[in-house]
């Protein structure tokens, strides 16, 4: 199954991958790849155009400059992780009505607090409350809040009987973590909502604790894509059931792409990677069709002399050990080389971090070699805070830095 679709279902609807395709034709920095490419009718003729990245559709978009046909036009945040912003556009509404149609998590007599961040571009907060409205629930616009904010806040959603709250989840982790920190409890809690982020296990931990009768509600997207497929709390987190007008396909190497289907989609969005790898399978759920299972970043592996650290690996290992709330891996470079490798914890006083190190570094392939004349450059260190990106309020598995 390379397809989320079978052909009956998604080839009537390529002329949209066609009308994208003359789209991009007309992109002066793309037109000689998609020159002597022919309009696809066929799911095996739109697997053999070239597949579109990150930076080719921010190229693409800065010379379309597309615009919605009845209402206004949205800027947000697409891609880059530093520098200025670059741009993908969406109409009033973000494409939710469609999410809303196979997935409702929220209903009337939900109290919903959206704790995506609003404002600097960020578009999630925009379309949780798209999904929102679509629900008639109570909403409750929060945003993203400072340290010294979360128990005023926590006292807030006790007293209004919170029964929903969505946000990445990173940020996720903070309210649970301050509340159960606090010893206090969200019992009318029944829902989370994330996106953004994949799934972060521990926060199962925290939800017990503060919440028992909350479970997870996952959608899967990007600026570029918007929502892709959502799940539920029967689905494991990280197995999505794609939309009808969301065309993923998988190529042999498991990387993913995605292709519209939706004719208001302003992005052209035509076998466009995110860096996903996945598989297309059935979702033990049993709800029937396929769904996407995702199965992380192949971004994931920094590259340490030479060497692939799979970045993801490091951290679920650290995870494991009782005790660590959160890891990240800071990667030090020199020249164009790495330096150091450092593993930042959030963790408990009482781990143990020189025997942890020892573990890992004996255990890791990468660091073991690549480090073998200088292995006090692999450090664990336990930090107050993870490195985050200010602009996205996203924290990757790794950071990489330069330093002169
Ligand atoms: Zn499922």
Request: charged content about 20%.
């Amino acid at each position: 199954m390379t397809f989320s679709l079978d052909p009956e279902a998604a080839e009537p609807l390529l002329q949209v991958a066609a009308r994208n395709l003359e789209r991009l034709r007309s992109v002066p920095e793309l037109g000689a790849r998609y020159a002597d490419v022919e309009a696809p009718r066929t799911l095996a003729e739109l697997a053999a155009l070239p597949p579109l990245v990150k930076d080719e559709l921010n190229t693409a978009l800065a010379h379309l400059r597309p615009a919605a046909a009845d209402s206004a036009t949205w800027l947000f945040q697409s891609g880059g992780s530093t520098g200025a912003p670059k741009v993908g556009y969406a109409p009033t509404g973000f494409y939710m009505a469609g999410v809303h149609a196979h997935w409702q998590p929220l209903d009337r007599t939900d109290v919903f607090v959206n704790a995506w961040g609003a404002g600097r571009m960020w578009g999630a907060h925009f379309l949780a409350a798209a999904l929102a409205d679509l629900s008639g629930c109570q909403i409750i616009a929060l945003g993203s809040v400072t340290q010294e904010e979360y128990p005023d806040w926590l006292a807030f959603f006790a007293d209004r009987r919170v029964t929903a709250i969505g946000g990445t989840p990173s940020v996720l982790r903070l309210w649970f973590g301050h509340a159960r920190a606090a010893g206090l409890k969200l019992p009318a809690l029944r829902k989370v909502l994330w996106l953004g982020e994949a799934w972060q296990p521990q926060l199962a931990d925290d939800m017990a604790e503060v919440a028992p009768q909350a479970e997870r509600w996952g959608m899967f997207g990007s600026t570029e894509t918007w929502v892709v497929g959502t799940n539920t709390p029967d689905c494991p987190a990280d197995t999505f059931h794609t939309l009808p007008e969301q065309l993923v396909h998988a190529d042999a190497d498991q990387l993913l792409d995605f292709t519209t289907l939706n004719p208001a989609m302003l992005n052209p969005v035509l076998r466009y990677r995110t860096g996903d790898a996945g598989e297309l399978t059935a979702c033990p759920c049993g709800l029937p069709g396929r769904a996407m299972r995702v199965l992380g970043r192949r971004d994931s592996v920094v590259q340490v002399r030479g060497l692939g650290l799979h970045v993801d690996e490091l951290v679920a290992r650290a995870e494991r050990e009782p005790g660590v709330r959160q890891a990240q891996v800071l990667v030090t470079q020199q020249g164009g080389r790495a330096a150091s490798v450092e593993l930042l914890l959030l963790a408990d006083p009482a781990v143990d971090l020189a025997g942890l190190r020892r573990e890992l570094f004996a255990a890791t392939f990468t660091l073991a070699t690549a480090f073998q004349h200088d292995p006090d450059s692999f450090r664990v260190r336990a930090v107050d805070a993870l490195i985050s990106n200010g602009r996205t309020g996203k924290t990757a598995n790794s950071v990489v830095r330069e330093v002169e």
